[in-house]
């Protein structure tokens, strides 16, 4: 009789991947979560496997075989699986003599490192030993197993976490948040493979193999990783941040609408940083890649986020005696920042510091010699407990640290005011299953602690206050009141100085005074006045394309009698009109069934617009649509967008239009479900 040759094995995608919830993850190889087993058909010739006289060894290797050696995993007949090393076992203990296929489960670990695997099949036979080489596996990490460090119990926070491929950012100031869509793209064509390209980019792995290949099982150490390699300044990482000038060289990050163009654009010039990323764009793409590779993960916005250089915990901002606020020191406080959040167990810390950990990839400051934040435990935040690892006391500064507002003139200080509020006023992210915010302070900053604001006292009781009318629109005029009260017991002569300044949203204004007033006022005694103002858009309007085109609006009383001064300031963000999108049969959306949606909008401005209509939409359009138009003064656009749905489930509609003669872009988006056929 012949003996039993192996001819072929079957490593079943079509199966596997759907039990590993990796449909869609775009790789060159199968693609598999780690701590749960998966179903290989061996094909053979000549007798049926007879597990007394023939053996199966798979051998497991990840990484080039000059630095690991192969782990084997003989297939056991009767053998329970592990979750603690690889086993491999026989799906029937005695097969069918019949057949010419045997079926082979095999386990990996839950504490398996995340890479690409080659496997390969020893089969001993009387006749000698062959080996075979059965192809490559991409491992991720596990959040549906209890035993993994990155388990998540509950199936919609699975859902949003892991495997939705869009989401929404917020942006703005707390007093106008901005919601700004995002495709994290993580299905797209090759994303996966660039995200692990990236793990063997990094200097870690450059520097010893082995040792990366080891520590990849750690999530703590692949937030890490990740985190230095979203930045380009000290390794081959995705993007070059900048954040004023020109962009004439690269892309404005306001024009970045998802992941993948980012990613792929990478690969394509052999890993070159992309230019140009903010932090949004930094956090948005780390999220990619760590939802990618199986580690939950979400974006999250800290409005009037403190960069606290030198670690003492205030933020010093400089003003003149006119109100206006000057670019001094190294210290700022950003309008927004946004980072990620990671789900993961820290056994480094010990007990009571598992759950959510910020990374930041926004490059700021180093950490242990690199650009680089986190992952710090949001417990560990909360509790001020600044000796655990990774970052904590730099993070703890972006939502506590108190702000002390200098007044000066010629270099000498007029006066000085500490703000303990401003600071991580709101940390937010997307609420599950919805486009909504979910507000997050409470788990960063004990909301109880008595955080005292104190103001610019005169010793006469002379106060001043800034209220905007409206929150500010893009195009229309910027209308404000200033609160003005005497409470001294007799008229007071008062010079009052108004200014407004752009800035960006991460730093304080560079540029001169755009609008200013100046004048004399008499207000008589235990007496409150008043006095409303209006900045026209010819005024504010800048000359370039911005996002986040942000004011900052100052008010300094000075009693003329005793040269004491009093100041009040508001940061604010003028927002911009939203594109809406209207879907046909809203409810009856079917996967490969042709759909048609509605972009319209109408020009707000008194002249002409002309720009590009940017639309795309992950799983539903194959091809971003462009469309360049005109629009007359008050004219509205409606146009027709065909797509067909590749996809089932929640899925993402987005449009932009990015004027040409005026510096707006606008935004607008539309959640759809798509149902299955």
């Known amino acids: 009789m012949d003996e039993f040759k192996f001819k072929n094995a079957d490593l079943q995608s079509s199966r596997n991947q759907p039990r590993h919830r990796t449909i869609g993850l775009s790789s060159t190889t199968l693609v598999l979560r780690r701590g749960q087993a998966f179903q290989i058909l061996i094909n053979f010739d000549g007798r049926a496997f007879d597990p007394r006289r023939d053996k199966l060894v798979f051998q497991v290797l990840l990484g080039p075989l000059s630095v690991e050696v192969p782990v084997e995993v003989p297939v056991s007949v009767y053998g329970q699986p592990s979750s603690s090393q690889w086993s491999a076992t026989l799906d029937q203990a005695v097969p069918n003599p019949n057949s010419r296929t045997i079926s082979v489960s095999l386990f990996s670990p839950v504490s398996a490192s995340v890479g690409v695997y080659s496997l390969s099949l020893r089969v001993e036979t009387r006749m000698g030993v062959r080996i075979h080489s059965l192809g490559q596996f991409t491992l991720l990490c596990n959040p549906w197993s209890r035993d993994d460090s990155v388990f998540l119990s509950a199936e919609e926070q699975r859902d949003e976490y892991v495997m939705s491929d869009f989401g929404v950012l917020f942006k703005g100031t707390p007093g106008n948040i901005v919601a700004r869509p995002w495709s994290f793209d993580q299905y797209e064509r ?9 793990l063997q980019l990094s200097p870690q792995y450059l520097a ?25 300044p000290d390794d081959q990482g995705v993007l070059m941040g900048k954040w004023s000038g020109e962009y004439e060289d690269g892309i404005n990050p306001s024009l970045w609408s998802g992941s993948a163009d980012i990613l792929q654009m990478w690969s394509a010039s052999q890993f070159r940083p992309v230019k140009y990323g903010q932090c949004w764009v930094f956090a948005a793409v780390m999220c990619t890649v760590m939802r990618a590779l199986g580690i939950p993960t979400r974006v999250v916005t800290n409005f009037n986020s403190a960069h606290d250089t030198n670690g003492n915990m205030v933020i ?3 003003y003149s005696e006119f109100g206006e606020k000057l670019p001094v020191g190294r210290d700022s406080i950003w309008n927004f920042h946004v980072w990620v959040e990671s789900w993961m167990q820290r056994p480094d810390l010990g007990e009571g510091f598992d759950g959510w950990q910020v990374l930041d990839p926004t490059p700021q400051e180093m950490s242990a010699g690199m650009y680089r934040c986190g992952p710090a435990s949001l417990k560990a935040i909360r509790e001020k407990e600044i000796d655990a690892q990774y970052d904590v006391p730099f993070v703890y500064a ?23 509020k401003r600071v991580g006023a709101l940390v937010c992210t997307k609420r599950i299953g919805s486009t909504q915010m979910q507000n997050l302070t409470s788990d960063y900053k004990t909301e109880t602690e008595d955080r005292a604001f104190s103001r610019f006292a005169a010793r006469q009781g002379v106060a001043v206050s800034l209220s905007l009318l409206k929150a500010p629109v893009v195009g229309e005029s910027i209308v404000f009141n200033v609160i003005i009260t005497n409470n001294a017991p007799k008229e007071k002569v008062l010079k009052v100085h108004i200014n407004a300044q752009h800035k960006e949203y991460n730093r304080n204004p560079t540029a001169a005074t755009f609008w200013e007033i100046h004048n004399d006022l008499k207000i008589a005694p235990n007496l409150t006045r008043t006095f409303k103002h209006e900045i026209s858009y010819g005024k504010y309007a800048r000359d370039e394309s911005r996002e986040d085109d942000l004011v900052n609006l100052a008010v300094v009383l000075e009693d003329v009698e005793t040269q004491e001064r009093v100041m009040a300031s508001e940061e604010f963000n003028i927002s911009s009109p939203t594109l809406s999108i ?18 319209s909008f109408m020009n707000p401005f008194n002249v002409s617009v002309s720009g590009e209509l940017r639309v795309t939409g992950a799983g539903l359009l194959e091809e971003k649509i462009r469309m360049r138009l005109t629009l007359q003064p008050g004219e509205a656009m409606k146009k027709p967008i065909q797509f067909i749905p590749k996809m089932p489930g929640a899925r993402m509609l987005q449009a932009s239009l990015v004027l040409t003669n005026l510096p707006s872009i606008f935004y607008g988006f539309k959640t759809i479900f798509v149902k299955q056929a």
């Open 582 to 599: 209207q879907i046909a049969n809203e409810y009856s959306v079917i996967v490969n069934r042709p759909q048609a949606a509605i972009v």
């Open 208 to 232: 010893d193999k082995r040792r990366d290949l080891l520590n990849r099982s750690s999530p703590v150490y692949i937030g890490r990783v990740v985190s230095a390699m979203i930045n380009s």
């Open 316 to 318: 010093e901002e400089y």
């Open 398 to 420: 972006e939502v506590n640290a108190d702000v002390q507002i200098i007044l000066v003139r010629n270099g000498n200080i007029l006066g000085t005011m500490t703000d303990t």
């Open 190 to 198: 090759g994303i996966l493979d660039i995200c692990i390209k990236m």
